[in-house]
Protein backbone atom coordinates (compact mmCIF):
# COMPACT_ATOMS: atom_id res chain seq x y z
CA UNK A 1 0.00 0.00 0.00
CA UNK A 2 1.65 3.40 -1.13
CA UNK A 3 0.43 5.31 2.42
CA UNK A 4 2.39 2.88 4.21
CA UNK A 5 5.59 4.13 2.84
CA UNK A 6 4.58 7.64 3.38
CA UNK A 7 3.39 7.49 6.74
CA UNK A 8 6.84 5.75 7.21
CA UNK A 9 8.38 9.34 5.66
CA UNK A 10 5.94 11.66 7.98
CA UNK A 11 6.78 9.59 11.24
CA UNK A 12 10.50 10.09 10.18
CA UNK A 13 9.82 13.86 9.23
CA UNK A 14 8.67 14.24 12.57
CA UNK A 15 11.28 12.52 14.61
CA UNK A 16 13.47 14.85 12.95
CA UNK A 17 11.88 18.12 13.63
CA UNK A 18 11.57 16.78 17.29
CA UNK A 19 14.94 16.42 17.23
CA UNK A 20 15.56 19.55 16.14
CA UNK A 21 13.60 20.97 18.80
CA UNK A 22 15.26 18.96 21.37
CA UNK A 23 18.95 20.53 19.82
CA UNK A 24 17.60 24.04 20.45
CA UNK A 25 16.83 23.65 23.92
CA UNK A 26 19.86 21.50 24.64
CA UNK A 27 22.00 24.52 23.36
CA UNK A 28 19.84 26.83 25.33
CA UNK A 29 20.55 24.61 28.64
CA UNK A 30 24.28 24.90 27.72
CA UNK A 31 24.70 28.39 27.08
CA UNK A 32 22.86 28.98 30.51
CA UNK A 33 25.56 26.30 32.05
CA UNK A 34 28.48 28.66 30.03
CA UNK A 35 26.76 31.85 31.63
CA UNK A 36 27.47 30.18 34.98
CA UNK A 37 30.56 28.87 34.46
CA UNK A 38 31.68 32.57 33.62
CA UNK A 39 29.91 34.24 36.50
CA UNK A 40 31.96 32.37 38.87
CA UNK A 41 35.21 32.60 36.67
CA UNK A 42 34.39 36.18 36.77
CA UNK A 43 33.45 36.19 40.66
CA UNK A 44 36.66 33.82 41.39
CA UNK A 45 39.23 35.53 39.90
CA UNK A 46 38.09 38.62 38.96
CA UNK A 47 37.27 40.66 41.85
CA UNK A 48 41.36 40.00 43.50
CA UNK A 49 42.02 40.53 39.85
CA UNK A 50 40.42 44.02 39.26
CA UNK A 51 41.71 45.19 42.75
CA UNK A 52 45.52 44.72 41.65
CA UNK A 53 47.19 47.33 40.34
CA UNK A 54 49.38 45.46 38.03
CA UNK A 55 48.38 44.54 34.47
CA UNK A 56 44.86 46.48 35.18
CA UNK A 57 44.09 46.22 31.74
CA UNK A 58 44.30 42.40 31.25
CA UNK A 59 41.70 41.77 34.31
CA UNK A 60 39.47 44.73 32.00
CA UNK A 61 40.01 43.27 28.38
CA UNK A 62 39.19 40.22 30.66
CA UNK A 63 35.94 41.40 32.02
CA UNK A 64 35.43 42.71 28.76
CA UNK A 65 35.18 39.20 27.30
CA UNK A 66 33.19 38.08 30.34
CA UNK A 67 30.56 40.74 28.78
CA UNK A 68 30.82 39.04 25.79
CA UNK A 69 30.13 35.97 26.95
CA UNK A 70 26.86 36.99 28.55
CA UNK A 71 26.01 38.97 25.20
CA UNK A 72 26.30 35.78 23.51
CA UNK A 73 24.75 33.56 26.39
CA UNK A 74 21.55 36.29 26.00
CA UNK A 75 21.43 35.95 22.16
CA UNK A 76 21.34 32.73 22.40
CA UNK A 77 18.31 32.18 25.07
CA UNK A 78 16.28 35.09 23.78
CA UNK A 79 12.72 34.14 22.75
CA UNK A 80 12.31 33.74 18.94
CA UNK A 81 9.56 32.33 17.02
CA UNK A 82 10.54 28.81 15.39
CA UNK A 83 8.45 26.36 13.14
CA UNK A 84 8.05 23.47 15.36
CA UNK A 85 4.29 23.55 15.83
CA UNK A 86 1.70 23.08 12.86
CA UNK A 87 -1.50 22.89 12.02
CA UNK A 88 -3.30 19.70 10.80
CA UNK A 89 -6.57 20.91 9.96
CA UNK A 90 -5.94 21.35 6.10
CA UNK A 91 -4.91 18.08 5.97
CA UNK A 92 -8.09 16.46 8.03
CA UNK A 93 -10.32 18.39 5.39
CA UNK A 94 -8.38 16.94 2.28
CA UNK A 95 -8.66 13.35 3.67
CA UNK A 96 -12.41 13.86 4.35
CA UNK A 97 -12.54 15.38 1.23
CA UNK A 98 -11.56 11.96 -0.31
CA UNK A 99 -8.07 13.10 -1.36
CA UNK A 100 -5.68 9.58 -1.11
CA UNK A 101 -4.48 8.84 1.98
CA UNK A 102 -0.74 8.68 0.37
CA UNK A 103 -0.76 12.12 -1.40
CA UNK A 104 -2.14 13.74 2.37
CA UNK A 105 1.00 11.92 3.78
CA UNK A 106 3.45 13.13 1.29
CA UNK A 107 1.67 16.83 1.13
CA UNK A 108 2.63 16.37 5.02
CA UNK A 109 5.82 15.08 5.28
CA UNK A 110 7.44 17.80 2.68
CA UNK A 111 5.38 20.31 5.01
CA UNK A 112 7.30 19.23 7.82
CA UNK A 113 10.87 19.23 5.55
CA UNK A 114 9.93 22.61 4.99
CA UNK A 115 9.29 23.33 8.56
CA UNK A 116 13.33 21.82 9.67
CA UNK A 117 14.71 23.38 6.76
CA UNK A 118 13.38 26.97 7.62
CA UNK A 119 14.51 26.36 11.54
CA UNK A 120 17.99 25.47 9.80
CA UNK A 121 20.04 28.06 9.24
CA UNK A 122 19.26 30.06 12.39
CA UNK A 123 20.25 26.97 14.62
CA UNK A 124 23.50 27.00 13.04
CA UNK A 125 23.77 30.78 13.60
CA UNK A 126 22.81 29.88 17.34
CA UNK A 127 25.16 26.93 17.42
CA UNK A 128 28.45 29.18 16.21
CA UNK A 129 27.40 32.35 18.14
CA UNK A 130 28.00 29.52 21.69
CA UNK A 131 31.49 28.39 19.99
CA UNK A 132 32.47 32.02 20.08
CA UNK A 133 30.83 32.07 23.57
CA UNK A 134 33.13 29.86 24.70
CA UNK A 135 36.23 31.46 23.29
CA UNK A 136 35.65 34.45 25.26
CA UNK A 137 34.98 32.02 28.22
CA UNK A 138 38.21 30.17 27.95
CA UNK A 139 40.08 33.89 27.17
CA UNK A 140 38.50 35.37 30.24
CA UNK A 141 39.65 32.48 32.44
CA UNK A 142 43.44 32.43 31.02
CA UNK A 143 42.68 36.69 30.77
CA UNK A 144 41.91 36.46 34.71
CA UNK A 145 44.64 34.41 35.78
CA UNK A 146 47.38 36.30 33.84
CA UNK A 147 45.83 39.06 35.79
CA UNK A 148 46.64 37.01 38.84
CA UNK A 149 49.77 35.56 38.55
CA UNK A 150 51.91 38.29 37.53
Known amino acids: ??????AIIV???????????????????????LLAVGSVAAGLLGAPALKAKHLALVAYLALAFFAGTAGAVLFIIWPRDWNFDH????????????????TVARDLALHLQQLRESNAGR??????VYAVGCALLAGQVVLWSLSLVA
Open 87 to 102: RLDGYIKDLDAGKPTA
Open 123 to 128: LRCLAN
Open 11 to 33: DESRRLLDRQERGLDELRGRAAA
Open 1 to 6: MPSDGY
